[in-house]
């Protein structure tokens, strides 16, 4: 079973991506062509004789559009590209495939959870090389087993939604291979039995994500924003890299047991780290860490998260629901054993989660477009399930991951559900009034709200709640900090997820044409937003103790290694910060309703009278700005630099243009004296004669 669960996907991928290339070919047989559109031609505006994706391969700065508008009642007015030959049976093969994963990913947590049949499945040797010993196996414990529920049911629903959101798209295949892919590599990751088996997934859902960000690869935009992805990621991948390095070094082996059973041995070492002595298992686990900042987009590594939206919404929501984003979390979490063993390296956790929930919510208070903003709350969420590991509750950190993936992936289906009745309009400045043309997505996105905002027994209420109650009975150095910053955000985040509530769905039409046009999306889109408002609803309270309870020891046994005291201190704080998490929320909610429905001229006013601060915050803190002035601005000098004078001027100059442009000079003009004349030669032989009887006559030679 395990092996199907595991597997499924990637059988799906690789059949997928046979239909793609098959039928690329079909279509292309002399190979591919790229057309660009010219500028002067806004979106949607010139003819559909190429494809609908080359319309926007040149609009560089449009942010609040996507290429494939859905404009379903003007069909007969423009030709849409054929899909590519077998589109269908990709769409419905992979989806069956994730759905029957999904099936079985239920049972197995049910089989390993509840009924503790724990699986380690040895498959073959991969890596045989001196006293590095790799195999490929697939470890499933109750940690493992959440995450394949979490991976495979939301993958799952993102298949069968696409299968509505890309249908004018002629690249499906390619698009359904690619999610299955992402979905297999993940797989691979939470499996992982060893460091450099996780190691694979981890990097494999870096190259999906970079395939998926880039789909519309006619578009500049989705390709700056699939390679920042790709090298900030690099960045946080290369500290990984070291801690792994780290522990081999320190323990001799990968293997995830080996390594738990030796890590109370490393306390009290030191690694010589560039003359510094540092502890061995603070440094391993903060280099650990830096890995997880990369992937889960923590503060400053955090600025390709948001770009990642210039790919296709459905993939927006599996990125930020149940794959990449996730693993920063889940390794942590499977790595507890040494993370409880190093506090300092715990306390730096907690800072990072604590600074990336607040920084995170402070933008998204601004941001305009749907799907940053909803791309915003997964960063500032992700910052909260880093405070629980950095507590010690990881259990209550994983319960945050697997609530969140309900409601995030709802979130943004249901924002797809609306750009897709927009004609693919991402501005929230231009929506208004949509309550009454699609009901069911505005129902969905309500409920996604209440969830994400923390409302009383919503998914989202039992989570959040815990991880702030985690905080505050920590005894981590950063405890209040954490928890001061995690209240703080929940206000901002009931504010900002209202606030797009109610400027997307209440108040007057900002746009006539595209109101009256709206509709809602078919049933292969509605079917699964629906299913995961129901999550959303009702993934928190029946799992509450096994997260965040006194069921956590029985029901993660050994996969977790939990802080021994904090699931009682946490249920042992006064009531009064209990209630505050939900107080916020409600004052985030009034706020907002006063802001955008009671007196919407109150916001432009607040910008108009702190513009510092308004800009300060649509720029995101500038962080953009700062990484480009100190990182991206020297090494293009640097590079330029190389280019010019060190290739260019120096060894251009004195190779190729230099020394070897002076010998063949030299060689041209001494061939001018090969004439091929008889006469010349004895002309040449007769001087050369009279010179050799001179020299003998008058020179040296006479002596």
């Not at 724990?118 to 109750?142: K, M, Y």
């Not at 004018?168 to 993940?186: I, K």
């Not at 409600?586 to 907002?592: D, M, P, Q, T, Y």
Request: aromatic share 14%; glycine share 8%; hydrophobic share 50%.
């Amino acid at each position: 079973m395990i092996q199907a669960i595991v597997f499924l996907p990637l059988i799906g991928a690789i059949i997928a991506g046979l239909i793609s290339i098959f039928g690329a070919h079909a279509r292309n047989p002399s190979g591919d062509t790229v057309e660009h559109q010219d500028d002067a031609h806004p979106h949607g505006a010139t003819s559909h004789s190429s494809t609908s994706i080359n319309e926007d391969a040149s609009v560089i700065h449009v942010t609040h559009d996507e290429p494939m508008a859905h404009d379903d009642h003007d069909h007969g007015s423009h030709a849409v590209e054929a899909p590519a030959a077998g589109s269908r049976a990709a769409e419905l093969i992979t989806s069956g495939l994730l759905l029957v994963a999904g099936a079985l990913s239920w049972i197995a947590l049910v089989d390993v959870g509840f009924l503790h049949h724990d699986v380690r499945i040895a498959l073959f040797p991969w890596i045989n090389s001196g006293d590095l010993q790799v195999a490929w196996s697939l470890r499933v414990d109750t940690l493992t087993a959440v995450m394949l529920v979490v991976i495979n049911t939301v993958s799952s629903l993102v298949h069968v939604y696409s299968i509505g959101y890309m249908d004018e798209d002629p690249n499906r295949p390619r698009f359904f291979s690619y999610l299955s892919l992402f979905t297999f590599a993940m797989l691979m990751l939470v499996t992982a039995d060893n460091l450099v088996q996780l190691f694979f997934g981890w990097e494999g859902v870096g190259l999906a994500s970079y395939l998926l960000i880039g789909f519309w690869y006619h578009k500049p935009s989705a390709n700056a924003a699939a390679i920042k992805a790709f090298i900030v990621n690099r960045v946080g991948d290369f500290g990984f890299a070291l801690g792994i390095f780290a522990i081999f070094m320190l323990i001799g082996s990968t293997d995830l047991e080996t390594i738990f059973a030796g890590a109370p041995q490393l306390t009290g070492k030191t690694i010589d780290f560039f003359g510094w002595h540092a502890d061995a298992l603070t440094l391993t686990c903060i280099l650990l860490f830096m890995g997880a900042m990369g992937k889960s987009a923590q503060f400053l590594l955090h600025t390709w998260l948001p770009d990642a939206m210039e790919g296709p919404t459905p993939v927006s929501a599996l990125i930020h629901a149940a794959t990449m984003v996730t693993a920063g979390v889940f390794m942590v979490a499977r790595l507890s054993p040494l993370f409880e063993l190093a506090p300092t390296a715990q306390a730096v956790v907690m800072f990072f989660g604590a600074t990336t929930a607040f920084f995170a919510a402070t933008v998204g208070l601004v941001q305009n477009d749907i799907k940053r903003i909803v791309a915003y709350s997964t960063c500032s969420q992700l910052g909260y399930m880093f405070v629980a590991m950095g507590a010690g509750a990881y259990s209550v950190g994983m319960f945050h991951l697997f609530t969140h993936a309900f409601f995030k992936a709802l979130l943004f289906l249901g924002s797809g559900s609306v750009i897709y009745a927009m004609h693919h309009e991402q501005d929230i400045r231009n929506m208004g009034g949509l309550k009454d043309r699609i009901p069911y997505t505005y129902i969905v996105m309500v409920i996604g709200t209440l969830a994400l905002t923390g409302f009383p027994l919503t998914a989202g209420y039992f989570s959040k709640d815990a991880i702030i109650e985690s905080a505050f009975a920590s005894h981590n150095p950063f405890a209040f900090y954490g928890f001061l910053l995690t209240v703080v955000a929940a206000g901002l985040t009931s504010f900002y997820s209202w606030r797009l509530i109610f400027k997307t769905f209440h108040g007057e039409p900002h746009n006539q044409e595209h109101y009256e046009a709206a509709h809602e999306a078919p049933l292969w889109m509605l079917i699964p937003i629906g299913i995961l408002a129901a999550g959303s609803l009702l993934a928190g309270f029946p799992f509450k103790e096994l997260f965040a309870g006194h069921g956590v020891e029985e029901f993660f046994r050994d996969s977790l290694k939990m802080n021994p005291h904090i699931i009682d201190e946490m249920h042992h704080i006064p009531q009064s910060i209990a209630f505050l998490p939900t107080v916020m929320m409600a004052l985030g909610f009034l706020v907002s309703w006063l802001f955008y429905i009671r007196r919407p001229y109150l916001p432009v006013e607040l910008a108009k009278q702190q513009p510092l601060l308004y800009q300060f915050l649509l720029n995101k803190w500038y962080f953009d700005e700062l990484y480009d002035l100190i990182f991206v601005r020297p090494a293009k000098w640097i590079g330029r630099f190389l280019w010019k004078i060190g290739d260019g001027y120096i060894i251009d100059g004195f190779g190729p243009d230099g020394v070897s442009a002076r010998v063949l000079e030299v060689t041209q003009n001494v061939v001018k004296l090969q004439t091929g004349y008889l006469y010349h030669y004895a002309f040449a032989m007769l001087i050369g004669v009279a010179g050799l009887i001179t020299w003998f006559m008058f020179g040296l030679g006479g002596q």
